[in-house]
């Protein structure tokens, strides 16, 4: 708390500093050792203030935190993590990842990160301006609106699960770049999942009118220390402040559950070290409210011939488990397709397609909740196999009720390629591709009282390319513990789940470079 002498002196420099030429209202001091991976800065507004500007600065080359603004009734007002430029907000503009907005009268808050903490003591700098004066140009935001369906026909929908734009502090392209580059992919859709934010939320509708052939998905990358999720069709703010003022993945994962909302793991594996803070997932699985996981991580020519193995073998073991999740891919695309660099993938690398009654975030949501997913791990011009059920059977979103089902395949611009059957994490049958199309069946069975599932896959050489979700059959529902085959350990980057997965990722990455 800060004296009463302090307060009127704090609030005397923050109304001089809406004065041409004034100096910032400074505060420092140390992070905090323990209270868990957030701590908050409080400041006063006083009555006027019609623009605030905070600058921010962890002091140090070892230390990494992350910031963010709070009004003073706890109001969320965005999220600017790593963002090295201020937060700027006022009534009608605000800086990326920032909410516009009235600025209330009372004790705001910076909310800031402990990232990384190397060196001790951490300390935190925050110089604060509040004006009386707006610097910012109004911009046109305005209230998410879902948008009709583009288009009302049943078929297989292409796009990329996970995309990030300017509002993201580490992504640079606005949504025109996006929806431009998706078209001319041949994507359908593409879910802008920006950092621990809801500004992006605010330029869809009017980007949506712009690019009627591409539907832009509101999501968010829900992004904490030890692991990230995308919440897919999600259009209200979740606080993701983990263990602070009582907040816990579950209460999360609820509220983007409330909204209609698809929780998906993003990047299982892909431990990075301190080159991707938290990517690899050590969060627990709450299997009634996490329905995806990503398995295309980034594309298979950039990132995803290291980890995407790992990650179907991670998805096996949660389903080996009884965890029922549908597969995703996801390009973590940051630059809308331009500039990349050899570990970058474009946008729709890989490619997830979903089977849905219309193209419309409502439609494919569902898709996602019945598993109807298959992704290409390279890309839109990857061959494409589907899977579809020859049995007459009741189906409760992806499980059959039976003891029998007959599996048909179907393979397009695939010749060449090898066509497995992997049944309960093993593959059981493997068929070469020797037309376009090409057919094949497999029939599932499964004992009382237990469950099985099976997906189909083709491979270039011993390389994963298109991967179905899978298909579970049961005798009843909900279904008994699943089958779980004997398999031989995962193959890929399994080992960047180790101490140091950043060293681990670099001497990878000069093996390919290499070869």
């Given at each position: 708390?800060?004296?009463?002498?302090?307060?009127?002196?704090?609030?005397?420099?923050?109304?001089?500093?809406?004065?041409?030429?004034?100096?910032?209202?400074?505060?420092?001091?140390?992070?905090?050792?323990?209270?868990?991976?957030?701590?908050?800065?409080?400041?006063?507004?006083?009555?006027?203030?019609?623009?605030?500007?905070?600058?921010?600065?962890?002091?140090?080359?070892?230390?990494?935190?992350?910031?963010?603004?709070?009004?003073?009734?706890?109001?969320?007002?965005?999220?600017?993590?790593?963002?090295?430029?201020?937060?700027?907000?006022?009534?009608?503009?605000?800086?990326?990842?920032?909410?516009?907005?009235?600025?209330?009268?009372?004790?705001?808050?910076?909310?800031?990160?402990?990232?990384?903490?190397?060196?001790?003591?951490?300390?935190?700098?925050?110089?604060?301006?509040?004006?009386?004066?707006?610097?910012?140009?109004?911009?046109?935001?305005?209230?998410?609106?879902?948008?009709?369906?583009?288009?009302?026909?049943?078929?297989?929908?292409?796009?990329?699960?996970?995309?990030?734009?300017?509002?993201?502090?580490?992504?640079?392209?606005?949504?025109?770049?996006?929806?431009?580059?998706?078209?001319?992919?041949?994507?359908?859709?593409?879910?802008?999942?920006?950092?621990?934010?809801?500004?992006?939320?605010?330029?869809?509708?009017?980007?949506?009118?712009?690019?009627p052939q591409v539907l832009f998905v509101p999501s968010v990358e829900f992004t904490t220390y030890a692991g990230h999720l995308n919440a897919f069709g999600a259009s209200t703010f979740v606080p993701f402040w983990l263990g602070r003022e009582g907040?816990?993945?579950?209460?999360?994962?609820?509220?983007?559950?409330?909204?209609?909302?698809?929780?998906?793991?993003?990047?299982?594996?892909?431990?990075?070290?301190?080159?991707?803070?938290?990517?690899?997932?050590?969060?627990?699985?709450?299997?009634?409210?996490?329905?995806?996981?990503?398995?295309?991580?980034?594309?298979?020519?950039?990132?995803?011939?290291?980890?995407?193995?790992?990650?179907?073998?991670?998805?096996?073991?949660?389903?080996?488990?009884?965890?029922?999740?549908?597969?995703?891919?996801?390009?973590?695309?940051?630059?809308?397709?331009?500039?990349?660099?050899?570990?970058?993938?474009?946008?729709?690398?890989?490619?997830?397609?979903?089977?849905?009654?219309?193209?419309?975030?409502?439609?494919?949501?569902?898709?996602?909740?019945?598993?109807?997913?298959?992704?290409?791990?390279?890309?839109?011009?990857?061959?494409?196999?589907?899977?579809?059920?020859?049995?007459?059977?009741?189906?409760?979103?992806?499980?059959?009720?039976?003891?029998?089902?007959?599996?048909?395949?179907?393979?397009?611009?695939?010749?060449?390629?090898?066509?497995?059957?992997?049944?309960?994490?093993?593959?059981?049958?493997?068929?070469?591709?020797?037309?376009?199309?090409?057919?094949?069946?497999?029939?599932?069975?499964?004992?009382?009282?237990?469950?099985?599932?099976?997906?189909?896959?083709?491979?270039?050489?011993?390389?994963?390319?298109?991967?179905?979700?899978?298909?579970?059959?049961?005798?009843?529902?909900?279904?008994?513990?699943?089958?779980?085959?004997?398999?031989?350990?995962?193959?890929?980057?399994?080992?960047?789940?180790?101490?140091?997965?950043?060293?681990?990722?670099?001497?990878?990455?000069?093996?390919?470079?290499?070869?």
């Amino acid at each position: 708390m800060l004296s009463t002498g302090v307060m009127r002196l704090f609030v005397a420099v923050l109304l001089l500093s809406g004065t041409a030429g004034a100096a910032p209202f400074v505060l420092e001091g140390n992070v905090p050792e323990d209270g868990g991976a957030f701590f908050t800065v409080s400041f006063p507004v006083p009555v006027g203030i019609t623009e605030l500007e905070v600058r921010h600065d962890d002091l140090s080359s070892a230390n990494i935190l992350d910031w963010g603004l709070l009004e003073p009734t706890g109001t969320f007002r965005g999220w600017g993590g790593g963002n090295s430029e201020p937060a700027v907000i006022s009534v009608r503009a605000a800086s990326r990842s920032y909410l516009a907005g009235p600025i209330p009268t009372g004790m705001w808050q910076v909310l800031i990160g402990k990232a990384q903490v190397s060196q001790r003591p951490a300390k935190y700098h925050l110089e604060i301006d509040a004006r009386t004066r707006v610097s910012l140009s109004a911009q046109d935001r305005q209230r998410y609106t879902p948008a009709a369906p583009l288009e009302s026909t049943a078929r297989w929908y292409s796009g990329d699960l996970h995309v990030h734009s300017i509002e993201s502090g580490d992504a640079r392209p606005g949504l025109d770049e996006i929806g431009t580059f998706a078209q001319t992919r041949g994507l359908d859709f593409v879910a802008l999942s920006d950092h621990n934010t809801s500004s992006h939320y605010d330029f869809i509708t009017a980007a949506q009118a712009r690019h009627p052939q591409v539907l832009f998905v509101p999501s968010v990358e829900f992004t904490t220390y030890a692991g990230h999720l995308n919440a897919f069709g999600a259009s209200t703010f979740v606080p993701f402040w983990l263990g602070r003022e009582g907040v816990t993945l579950k209460q999360a994962l609820q509220q983007f559950d409330q909204q209609g909302a698809i929780a998906t793991i993003n990047h299982p594996t892909l431990d990075l070290g301190s080159f991707c803070i938290g990517c690899a997932w050590q969060q627990p699985v709450i299997p009634e409210l996490t329905r995806a996981i990503e398995i295309g991580v980034g594309g298979w020519d950039e990132t995803g011939a290291l980890f995407d193995e790992s990650a179907i073998a991670y998805w096996e073991a949660l389903a080996d488990q009884g965890v029922h999740l549908t597969a995703v891919g996801g390009s973590d695309d940051h630059r809308a397709g331009v500039g990349l660099n050899q570990t970058q993938s474009p946008i729709g690398s890989p490619t997830t397609l979903l089977y849905a009654s219309e193209l419309s975030v409502v439609g494919l949501t569902r898709a996602l909740r019945e598993a109807r997913s298959v992704v290409k791990l390279r890309g839109p011009e990857d061959p494409l196999v589907t899977v579809t059920t020859l049995t007459t059977l009741p189906r409760v979103e992806d499980t059959l009720v039976g003891t029998s089902a007959t599996l048909q395949a179907l393979v397009t611009g695939g010749n060449g390629t090898t066509l497995v059957w992997v049944a309960n994490g093993a593959a059981v049958k493997e068929v070469q591709v020797t037309s376009d199309p090409f057919t094949d069946e497999f029939t599932l069975e499964v004992p009382e009282g237990r469950s099985a599932r099976a997906r189909a896959e083709l491979r270039v050489g011993t390389a994963p390319r298109t991967v179905t979700s899978h298909v579970w059959l049961a005798p009843d529902s909900p279904p008994g513990p699943p089958i779980i085959a004997t398999k031989p350990a995962a193959t890929g980057c399994a080992g960047c789940a180790a101490t140091d997965g950043s060293l681990v990722f670099l001497a990878l990455l000069l093996l390919r470079r290499r070869s």
